[in-house]
């Protein structure tokens, strides 16, 4: 199958794009997360498609993208005030519902739960695009499963070449990591599933009379995951990753010693910083290995260059690769989030 890469987008690229969706195969097309491999969220077999393309465990739930909140009918069964409330603050935007499911949604899409994920994007070809299709599409983020999630038509591309028909270039994602997923189904509570760019504290402020609470990770390995990214390694390099976490002159500290002993070794690692400690570190490791994330602090400059980070080197001599983290407050946790699963959990907290 040859890929083919609309760019700019056009209105009869955004028509052939629904005409495709409509015929059960697969579009990637930008929303202002990461990129998302779309189809049709009404239809098993299309989505079949999706896990085959990624690769992706098949118990791991898809999200329903719409257009605009009038959809909602089309994909929930009902919906709860909390996850109306939720929608009305921050959509279109990057936050995603787990409502009960509509019964014409395939068991496929949701890994077999009575609920399902629902957002409307904020990124104007996604929605646009949804609209011509006239479906809700499901989408989970158009890598290959394990992978860096792609924030440019060019990674969709590197993962995708060859096994989807056509990838919409919407240029780079402004937020750069996915959307926060909030369980929405519980009576007097809701529950962050995955951290993204509406954060803990801005979910609180919306409900300041009813428990906010965080839920990352699985009880049981048996379980099924509520939602995507809670139970696979995700984001990983092509090289082992180890986080060093704590402040920044431990950090800078702690990474020194450990370029200098992994050097010794004979090793090649790279670095993935803020400019301030790769400033403080120049001399010990060749700027070819090195990626700037923006200054030390800066959420949004790390998170929006996180998944191209990861990327960077894979290509390289390098032989592993060395990340500072960041505080995991704010949009920090969903940074530290990524990490965690990128490194397998290997974090040195310093």
């Given at each position: 199958m040859?890929?083919?890469?609309?760019?700019p987008?056009?209105?009869?690229?955004?028509?052939?794009?629904?005409?495709?969706?409509?015929?059960?195969?697969?579009?990637?097309?930008?929303t202002?997360?990461?990129?998302?491999?779309?189809?049709?969220?009404?239809d098993?077999?299309?989505?079949?498609?999706?896990y085959?393309a990624?690769?992706?465990?098949?118990?791991?739930?898809?999200?329903?993208?719409?257009?605009?909140?009038?959809?909602?009918?089309?994909?929930?069964?009902?919906?709860?005030?909390?996850?109306?409330?939720?929608?009305?603050?921050?959509?279109?935007?990057?936050?995603?519902?787990?409502?009960?499911?509509?019964?014409?949604?395939?068991?496929?899409?949701?890994?077999?739960?009575?609920?399902?994920?629902v957002?409307?994007?904020a990124?104007?070809i996604?929605?646009?695009?949804i609209?011509?299709?006239?479906?809700?599409?499901?989408?989970?983020?158009?890598?290959?499963?394990?992978?860096?999630s792609?924030?440019?038509a060019a990674?969709?591309?590197?993962?995708?070449?060859?096994?989807?028909?056509?990838?919409?270039?919407?240029?780079?994602?402004?937020?750069?990591?996915?959307?926060?997923?909030?369980?929405?189904?519980?009576?007097?509570?809701?529950?962050?599933?995955?951290?993204?760019?509406?954060?803990?504290?801005?979910?609180?402020?919306e409900?300041?009379h009813?428990?906010?609470?965080?839920?990352?990770?699985?009880?049981?390995?048996?379980?099924?995951?509520?939602?995507?990214?809670?139970?696979?390694?995700?984001?990983?390099?092509?090289?082992?990753?180890?986080?060093f976490?704590g402040?920044g002159?431990?950090v800078?500290?702690?990474?020194?010693?450990?370029?200098?002993?992994?050097?010794?070794?004979?090793?090649?690692?790279?670095?993935?910083?803020?400019?301030?400690?790769?400033?403080?570190?120049?001399?010990?490791?060749?700027?070819?290995?090195?990626?700037?994330?923006?200054?030390?602090?800066?959420?949004?400059?790390?998170?929006?260059?996180l998944?191209?980070a990861?990327?960077?080197?894979?290509?390289?001599?390098?032989?592993?690769?060395?990340?500072?983290?960041?505080?995991a407050?704010?949009?920090?946790?969903?940074?530290?989030?990524r990490?965690?699963?990128?490194?397998?959990g290997?974090?040195v907290y310093?």
């Amino acid at each position: 199958m040859e890929t083919e890469v609309c760019s700019p987008v056009l209105e009869k690229d955004i028509a052939r794009a629904a005409a495709l969706i409509r015929d059960g195969q697969l579009v990637a097309f930008p929303t202002e997360t990461v990129y998302g491999l779309g189809a049709n969220g009404l239809d098993a077999a299309a989505c079949a498609r999706i896990y085959e393309a990624k690769g992706r465990p098949s118990d791991n739930p898809l999200i329903l993208h719409i257009a605009d909140l009038s959809m909602l009918n089309e994909t929930a069964e009902a919906v709860p005030s909390t996850a109306a409330h939720l929608l009305t603050a921050f959509a279109p935007g990057p936050i995603t519902v787990v409502v009960p499911k509509a019964v014409h949604v395939p068991p496929l899409v949701t890994g077999g739960l009575s609920t399902v994920g629902v957002r409307c994007p904020a990124h104007d070809i996604a929605r646009r695009f949804i609209r011509a299709a006239g479906v809700p599409i499901a989408a989970p983020s158009a890598n290959t499963s394990g992978r860096p999630s792609p924030t440019a038509a060019a990674m969709v591309y590197a993962d995708m070449a060859g096994r989807i028909p056509l990838i919409l270039d919407g240029g780079s994602c402004s937020f750069g990591v996915e959307s926060t997923i909030v369980d929405c189904t519980e009576e007097g509570r809701v529950t962050i599933l995955r951290p993204g760019a509406v954060t803990y504290e801005m979910i609180a402020a919306e409900f300041p009379h009813i428990e906010v609470r965080m839920d990352t990770a699985l009880s049981s390995e048996n379980a099924a995951p509520r939602a995507p990214g809670m139970k696979y390694t995700h984001y990983a390099p092509r090289v082992p990753l180890t986080v060093f976490a704590g402040t920044g002159s431990d950090v800078t500290g702690a990474l020194r010693e450990e370029i200098l002993r992994r050097t010794a070794a004979g090793e090649r690692p790279a670095l993935i910083a803020s400019n301030e400690t790769i400033t403080a570190l120049k001399g010990l490791i060749p700027a070819v290995y090195t990626y700037h994330c923006g200054a030390r602090g800066n959420h949004s400059a790390f998170a929006s260059c996180l998944y191209d980070a990861l990327r960077h080197f894979d290509d390289t001599a390098a032989t592993s690769l060395l990340a500072e983290g960041t505080g995991a407050v704010g949009l920090g946790l969903a940074i530290m989030n990524r990490l965690r699963k990128a490194s397998g959990g290997d974090i040195v907290y310093v």
